[in-house]
């Protein structure tokens, strides 16, 4: 890391949203910029450098809360800001010259301006206003994260959509949308500038699992993306570009609170990492710009608790000298924020209305980690967090986190009452941000309770219900998306007939399903889904429509489970289904094939796990060279590489085995009707394992002796 930045906090609002912090356009070269935060108190603050102070130019009353800020107008000097389904416009001295009703259910979650356009996104619907006056419009059906407009020849626009199905949509107009697939979620979009001047036809996009990539708009509407980062992490919440020094750089602020600025590639080079800090909560903003001193370019950050701060160029000799030549004007202020608290404590007559509500606003985040099928749970305060309690009444684990302090404790649960997990986080003074990381079993749907304290508030608790779906552990699979090294194998069938509407079904798949869109995608009638096991690797399609839905799984458990999960929802609401239910015989074989790999894998980690343990037991590693074999010095120069999988998954074999449990259990089932326990498979399947043997494996599930065979087509009615 390159570049030398230093911190200089500006100022605290109230909670923050994504995307409500901008700098106005500098008016002379390398001089000083105001620049705009808007709150969740509905209070839009601008402010300016005068005389080496933060100085506050303009401030609005309170109101809604505010979603999105944007710059718009021939200079970029005006401020919208997005409050409900509320566009509102004011000048930089604070002058309100709009105020516009878009007319959307929803509230404003992404606004963009360009010229006299207007674009505004609520949950799933785009649209775009000339003038204040309806143009176009767009229902995607899925959650739309963020939006972008780039000019074209006339007046005539382009729309660019971050889209919660993995995939950026161009539109042009009411034309059929150009739609670019992404191997994850995009969450925010930000143009490419150099300077003040935006780029026409490049835009940056972040992704829900870290990534970043530059978009390049082409000149028949279509996109092609180049990856800049490549590699996992926090979730992208801010995107800018700017030259901080020597060279343009990429600023990006995440979800967990750090603040990376990367070089710009060039054809020849990759992006270098030059600075990273964390502020420890969530960045809600990143924007480059000179706002501190004349001649000094900064990161100017803003956080989810308000707290507004730069990271300057500037030397810290320089910093530290008008620290010293402001310090007693400091006291002086600091005196009278004193004498302001005591007459504030003096007038505090009043007492509190017990049946008022105290609210404390949290930030939390729930996103599932392919790599390890596992979740990971940010949660945030704007005031530090007292205590965390966590209620399931479904089987999770929760499992450990390297930078997590707070002490946890484990409370005794009784399933038979529905409590399967209960622990409680106590946080360090001073936690705002705490990651936690968790594991669901499929199969077993429930209601994860998260209840929230805060230090400052002991006697306010706020609550957040997080559904765990019956198939967690599966990923949305979508059009023109391929899955590394997988050929589809024999597929197992489960139809159902009745009398259901295609919402319907749709809404009862979003029991079983994670990551089911807003609205059915129809194609002649006909909705389809595509979702791929991320611990396992099989596959499952799902087509519906009225009356008709057909459920394709490589994987019987899959199909099981979505088997019972939507024959209770009919049996609810008394509808009549007809289920047929073929297995095919060849399912088995495939799914043992990919999950035979990660057996031996998991075994042989173990076996490495061992061999370290005696080494270390038997006081063998002090001089590897003299005293091992070259196997085992290879083995102690990565161990601390395997202590680290270790800790984020101790327990594969365990669970690898609980599938193949799962797996024969369902299997019985579906092929020959019969009810069998976990036990009962532990004890069919367990010399199987031990060998893992395919061929021993198959003969197990096809041995046929002592049942009765049932018939590949099994109608029933509920």
């Not at 710059?71 to 005006?78: C, P, T």
């Not at 799933?124 to 994260?145: M, P, Q, T, V, W």
């Amino acid at each position: 890391m390159t570049l030398p930045l230093s911190r200089v906090d500006y100022t605290a609002v109230g909670v923050t949203c994504r995307g409500t912090t901008a700098i106005f356009p500098a008016t002379e070269h390398k001089q000083t910029q105001k620049f705009a935060v808007a709150d969740h108190d509905g209070i839009l603050h601008v402010y300016g450098i005068k005389k080496g102070e933060l100085q506050v130019s303009f401030k609005s009353l309170p109101g809604l809360k505010i979603n999105k800020l944007v710059l718009g107008g021939s200079g970029r000097d005006k401020i919208f800001i997005a409050q409900g389904n509320t566009v509102k416009g004011y000048t930089k001295k604070g002058k309100l010259f709009l105020e516009f009703d878009t007319n959307l259910i929803d509230p404003i979650s992404a606004l963009y301006v360009l010229g006299p356009d207007l674009a505004a996104c609520a949950r799933d619907l785009y649209h775009r206003y000339h003038d204040c006056k309806d143009a176009d419009s767009y229902l995607a059906g899925e959650i739309l994260y963020d939006v972008v407009l780039l000019p074209i020849d006339g007046s005539l626009v382009f729309a660019i959509l971050a889209c919660g199905d993995c995939a950026v949509r161009v539109l042009h107009g009411t034309k059929t949308p150009a739609v670019l697939r992404l191997p994850s979620v995009p969450t925010v979009l930000s143009l490419y500038r150099e300077g003040d001047v935006e780029s026409k036809d490049r835009v940056l996009v972040g992704t829900i699992d870290g990534k970043v990539g530059l978009l390049i708009l082409q000149g028949n509407k279509t996109l092609r993306i180049t990856w800049l980062l490549n590699m996992n992490g926090s979730e992208v919440t801010s995107l800018d570009t700017y030259e901080l020094q020597d060279g343009l750089d990429i600023l990006i602020g995440r979800q967990d609170g750090t603040v990376e600025v990367y070089t710009f590639p060039e054809e020849d080079t990759l992006p270098s990492l030059r600075y990273r800090y964390n502020a420890s909560e969530s960045i809600t903003s990143v924007v480059g710009g000179i706002i501190g001193a004349a001649g000094y370019p900064e990161v100017l950050v803003t956080t989810y608790s308000g707290r507004v701060f730069g990271l300057t160029t500037r030397p810290p000799g320089l910093l530290e000298a008008d620290q010293n030549d402001g310090l007693m004007r400091l006291k002086a202020e600091i005196q009278q924020l004193k004498d302001k608290l005591n007459e504030e404590k003096e007038a505090a007559s009043f007492t509190v209305d017990p049946l008022a509500p105290l609210i404390l606003s949290v930030n939390h985040r729930m996103v599932l980690n392919r790599e390890d099928a596992s979740y990971s749970l940010s949660i945030e305060l704007d005031t530090p967090i007292d205590n965390i309690l966590i209620q399931s009444d479904t089987p999770i684990q929760l499992l450990d986190v390297e930078s997590n302090t707070a002490v946890v404790s484990l409370s005794t649960c009784n399933p038979r009452e529905g409590n399967f997990v209960l622990a409680t986080y106590r946080c360090q003074v001073n936690t705002n941000h705490l990651e936690l990381r968790l594991r669901t079993i499929e199969g077993q749907p429930g209601t994860l309770q998260i209840y929230v304290t805060s230090q400052v508030q002991p006697k306010c608790c706020r609550r957040i219900l997080i559904p765990i779906s019956a198939l967690s552990l599966h990923v949305r699979q979508h059009e023109n998306e391929k899955t590394e090294s997988h050929s589809e194998g024999p597929f197992n069938e489960l139809k159902l007939l009745g009398s259901f509407t295609t919402a319907e079904m749709h809404a009862w798949l979003s029991f079983a399903l994670p990551d089911v869109p807003e609205r059915p995608h129809l194609e002649e009638g006909e909705a389809t889904l595509t979702y791929i096991s991320s611990f396992i690797g099989t596959l499952l399609k799902c087509k519906y429509k009225k009356g008709s839905a057909m459920f394709l799984g490589e994987n019987i458990s899959s199909v099981i489970i979505l088997r019972d999960i939507l024959t209770r929802e009919a049996t609810k609401r008394k509808i009549k289904l007809d289920v047929f239910c073929e297995v095919a015989e060849g399912s088995i074989s495939r799914v043992l094939e990919l999950m035979l790999p990660r057996l031996n894998a998991a075994h042989d980690f173990i076996e490495k796990v061992k061999i370290l343990n005696a080494l270390e037991e038997w006081e063998l590693k002090e001089n590897p060279k003299e005293n091992l074999c070259t196997e085992y010095q290879e083995l102690i120069q990565k161990e601390g590489e395997i202590k680290s999988q270790m800790m984020k998954d101790n327990e594969l074999l365990e669970r690898l085995h609980a599938v193949f449990m799962d797996l024969y259990v369902d299997w019985e089932r579906a092929k020959r009707s019969r009810r069998i326990s976990s036990k009962d498979a532990a004890d069919k399947l367990g010399a199987a394992l031990e060998s893992r043997e395919l061929a021993q494996l198959l003969q197990v599930f096809v041995d046929t002796s002592n049942t009765v065979p049932a018939p590949s087509s099994v109608p029933s009615i509920i």
